[in-house]
Structure formats: C-alpha cells, structure tokens
C-alpha cells in the first residue's frame, strides 16, 4: 500500500466509449502525474500537474484528457480511444516537483480498448 | 535524444549475487532512481543516487558514475521474491523522469 489509489482496477471499451480513470493520493503531496506503460517499453509520462497547475503535456493525443481538482485528486477522461491505447496506466505522486521528489505509485488502471 | 539502457532480462541463482546495468544518456541530470515492479504491481522506490558512488541500503546497493552515464544495482543473498523487473530513471534538467524500459530478474532456486 503506497498511499495512491487508483480505480477501476481493470476497463475494457470500445473505441466509441467514453469512461474515466481515477486516482486518489493520501500523502499530502503537491504533484501528481499520469504515466502509459506498455508491455517491455518504458513509462511514458502522459500529464503532470503540480499544485493543481498542469505543467507538463507530452504531446498526448487529445482523446485523453486529464483533470485536476484538487491536490489529491487526479482523474484521465478517455474518449475515442484506439486499440493500440491499450495498457496500464498508472498514476503517481510526489511531494513536489524538483530532485529527489520520490514518485509514489498507485497499483495502475489495466486499460483494454476493443 | 535521451536514452536509457538496461537489459531485458536477467536469470540468476537463490542466495547469489546479481548486477544490473543501467547506461543513460539524457539532456541534464538530477539524479537517478532505482525502482522494483512485481508483476501486476505498481513500481516501488528502491534507491536514488545524485553523486558518484555507493549507495547501500540493506542487500540493495546502488552504484553512480557520471562521468561514464552509468549506474548498476547490485542485489545480494537473493531471494525467490526478488523475482521483479527492475526500472531505471534518470532525472533529466527539466526534472522529469526519463525511464529505461526495464530488466526482468528471474530467480531459479
């Protein structure tokens, strides 16, 4: 249990579905971020927000679209998505952003888009 | 562009002694992380290393180098529930995580 939760635990859609993904963190941390990780690839990050300011888009495609609406609270609102979308995607935290800002990681949202 | 590297996959024996590479190359450094990932888990921190040299912390230790861009994990005494992959991340000058895509460490008894 690392203090950062994340439901569901398993979605499948199809490309025409919208749903959401939603992370909680219980640590009083200042920076939450949305990470991809595909099989034998590196995380991706997708979206970091520090104080509830989005400060980082890596070029994500917009059928992902992130929330923050507070510190604790992260959500990923998908729609349209393709297959090649499918993965886990996690979700994590840190005290802030800046060097030895240990992320903490929820369990992950195992995504199948059909 | 940056670039981390690791190996796939590595094997080793109960009670032994393992190393893992990591080479990177990346715009900036503001440290390097170490982090496990059981199967179906979420990554867990493990080390940080921000100046040359060893770092140990239990049969985990955590070796930098920034001159050469390369860091090694060593696990000690290994046990069947080391079996994890093993992350590499290197904080780059815009403190972001640039992250190598991980080694698979299988432990035979």
């Known amino acids: 249990e690392t203090g950062v939760t994340q439901t569901p635990r398993h979605l499948v859609m199809g490309m025409t579905n919208k749903k959401s993904l939603k992370c909680e963190q219980h640590?009083?941390?200042?920076?939450m971020y949305w990470y991809k990780q595909s099989a034998k690839k590196p995380l991706e990050l997708m979206f970091v927000?520090?104080?509830?300011?989005?400060?980082e888009n890596n070029s994500v495609p917009s059928r992902f679209s992130p929330e923050c609406p507070n510190s604790s609270h992260l959500f990923l609102h998908l729609h349209t998505l393709q297959p090649e979308d499918s993965a886990l995607y996690l979700c994590?935290?840190?005290?802030?952003?800046?060097?030895?800002?240990?992320?903490?990681f929820g369990p992950g949202t195992r995504l199948t888009v059909l | 562009g940056q670039n981390i590297d690791q190996p796939t996959e590595m094997t080793a024996t109960e009670g032994a002694i393992v190393q893992i590479n990591c080479t990177y190359q990346t715009s900036g450094f503001n440290g390097l992380f170490w982090y496990q990932q059981h199967a179906g888990e979420a990554p867990t921190f493990l080390s940080y290393?921000?100046l040359d040299g060893l770092e140990e912390k239990g049969r985990f230790s955590s070796f930098l180098s920034r001159s050469k861009g390369y860091s090694y994990l060593l696990l000690k005494e290994l046990q069947m529930k080391d079996s994890a992959s093993y992350l590499c991340?290197?904080?780059?000058?815009?403190?972001?995580?640039?992250w190598g895509a991980g080694t698979k460490l299988i432990i035979k008894p």
């Open positions: 640590l009083g941390h200042n920076a």
């Open positions: 927000y520090n104080f509830k300011e989005q400060t």
């Open positions: 991340a290197v904080m780059d000058s815009n403190y972001q995580l640039i």
């Open positions: 994590a935290s840190s005290p802030g952003q800046g060097s030895y800002n240990e992320q903490f």
């Open positions: 290393n921000v």
